[in-house]
């Protein structure tokens, strides 16, 4: 699932090594709020199928979890995904919603931090570690389970810029390791 503002390359990255099989996984369906994202676009780049289900639509949850249910998803990936999921949702896919954040949690999450800010928060706490979370998603920002961290070096030149470039590589590798590693969980 992708917002508003998603650039769609976590997606991307997913899809890659779905297609290459370097993971088990496929994805079904790309849902995004409106059909002209940077995300969307991308996913019909790259052949994805994509929903498109504008959030201040009328019963936004109950179609969700219908689109979830025709397209029999096993698990659901939020990428730039800023809004907080309807306890409906969260409850049906117990443990199998993930998030990816561009920061260590539990430092550095929490509504309003995203993007930018973020990083610019990392630098001002002179952080010399940052990274990417992928952790469960709960009824809050940011709180769920962590299921996996990865690391990079934080430089005493870096701005929240160059400091996004290293992290949001580490994304892409990061996010189908997870997927990865929690199909396995599942299927243990
Ligand atoms: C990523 O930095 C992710 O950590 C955060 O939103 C951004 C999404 O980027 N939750 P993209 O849409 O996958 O390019």
Redesign the pocket.
């Known amino acids: 699932m ?1 917002g508003l503002k ?6 991307v990255a997913i899809a890659k090594s779905c297609q290459s099989r370097a993971i088990g996984a496929e994805i079904v369906c790309v849902v995004s709020q409106i059909s002209n994202s940077e ?1 969307a676009t991308r996913a019909r780049e790259v052949g994805l199928q994509i929903e498109v289900i504008p959030s201040k639509q009328e019963h936004y949850d109950e179609k969700l979890l219908e689109c979830f249910a025709r397209h029999q998803v096993d698990i659901i990936c ?4 800023m809004k907080l999921l309807h306890e409906s949702v969260v409850k049906a896919f117990p443990q199998r919603i993930l ?4 920061a260590l949690l539990p430092k550095f999450g929490g509504k309003g931090m ?2 930018h800010y973020v990083h610019q928060a990392v630098i001002d706490a002179h952080e010399t570690e940052s990274g ?1 979370t992928i952790h469960f998603v709960s009824d809050k920002y940011d709180e769920g389970d962590i299921l996996c961290q990865r690391k990079c070096p934080v430089f005493p030149d870096d701005s929240p810029e160059t400091l996004a470039q290293r ?2 590589l580490l ?1 892409h590798q990061s996010y189908p390791e997870a997927i990865q590693l929690l199909w396995k969980r599942l299927n243990q």
């Open positions: 992708t998603g650039r769609g390359s976590n997606m995300a939020l990428a730039g995904y998030n990816i954040h561009p995203y993007g990417c992290v949001i994304e």
